[in-house]
């Protein structure tokens, strides 16, 4: 009989061996063990490497948490430009927690220029709308013609599949 502690060692090595052979949901699941620090020490440098061997193929998630890391320099140097490229790659693919985010670097002109419709864009795409709260502080500082702009550009938005937009072809002001 294995024992628990034993299981959990095997299903480790398991998921490391598939992410070093380029598993894209086993580096996203190891990023986790190592941010979390499940099983093994805490290690949110090994843990944004992972995600960023995730990230790298397209893995919306990965890429959302590796935005969140450079965001507030955890495990990473704190880099706002990096963290909307990997925010708006991860956006774009339609993942609502890196829209809000997005929405929130656009706002704050958080390593992009400041763009009120940008923000209002992916504010409404990550369904804040459904909580006026978190649109409150944006409504108040957009212009009608900014708000109008940015509704457009949200029903213009279509998703795109990964690997559709990498991170080299961003471009951030």
């Known amino acids: 009989m294995t024992s628990p502690a034993s299981a959990a060692g095997q299903r480790l090595a398991k998921t490391r061996e598939a992410a070093e052979q380029g598993d894209a949901k086993a580096q996203y699941r190891l990023a986790e063990i190592y941010a979390r620090g499940t099983g093994v020490p805490r290690d949110k440098a090994e843990a944004a490497k992972w995600y960023r061997a995730a990230a790298k193929q397209g893995h919306a998630e990965a890429q959302c948490h590796l935005g969140w890391m ?64 978190r649109l409150d502080v944006i409504r108040k500082k957009t212009t009608p013609t900014q708000v109008a702009e940015g509704k457009k550009r949200a029903a213009e938005f279509r998703p795109k599949k990964p690997g559709e937009s990498t991170p080299s072809q961003q471009t951030t002001t």
Request: charged residues 25%; proline residues 3%; hydrophobic residues 35%.
């Open 70 to 133: 450079y965001d507030i320099g955890d495990g990473v140097p704190r880099d706002q430009t990096e963290a909307a490229k990997w925010y708006r790659t991860a956006a774009e693919q339609g993942d609502a927690r890196a829209q809000y985010h997005l929405g929130v670097v656009y706002a704050n002109g958080g390593g992009v220029s400041q763009d009120y419709a940008e923000a209002y864009k992916w504010f409404s795409l990550a369904g804040a709308e459904d909580t006026p709260d």
